[in-house]
Nanobody, 126 residues
């Protein structure tokens, strides 16, 4: 059974940090690119970050560049999203998803991704 499970969300104050995890089961994660997306209330889902399946290249939305870092631990079959300097506008449900391959021009198109996790809530507020 192919499954992705996100965890690590919660309530954090502005300027704080969280680390999200995306754990895979039923397949080997290192053969797939993994993307992080988020959806805020009343807004469309948007791409946040992605790590490639081939050379480990990483991609980031302009809104999070310099604050978020994506990484993978193949031994644990898990991808992480380290989120620092969090802002209220980062509040959203965060999802991870898989795609066989990506490039810098297409990683943020959610229609290209095959499997999705259930999402984890991130709330940034005082």
């Amino acid at each position: 059974q192919v499954q992705l499970v996100e965890s690590g969300g919660g309530l954090v104050q502005p300027g704080g940090s969280l680390r999200l995890s995306c754990a895979a089961s039923g397949f080997t994660l290192d053969y797939y690119a993994i993307g992080w997306f988020r959806q805020a209330p009343g807004k469309e889902r948007e791409g946040v970050s992605c790590i490639s399946s081939s050379d480990g290249s990483t991609y980031y939305a302009d809104s999070v560049k310099g604050r978020f870092t994506i990484s993978r631990d193949n031994a644990k079959n898990t991808v992480y999203l380290q989120m620092n300097s969090l802002k209220p506008e980062d509040t959203a449900v965060y999802y991870c998803a898989t795609v066989p391959e990506v490039d810098g021009s297409s990683w943020f198109f959610e229609g290209e991704y095959d499997y999705w996790g259930q999402g984890t809530q991130v709330t940034v507020s005082s």
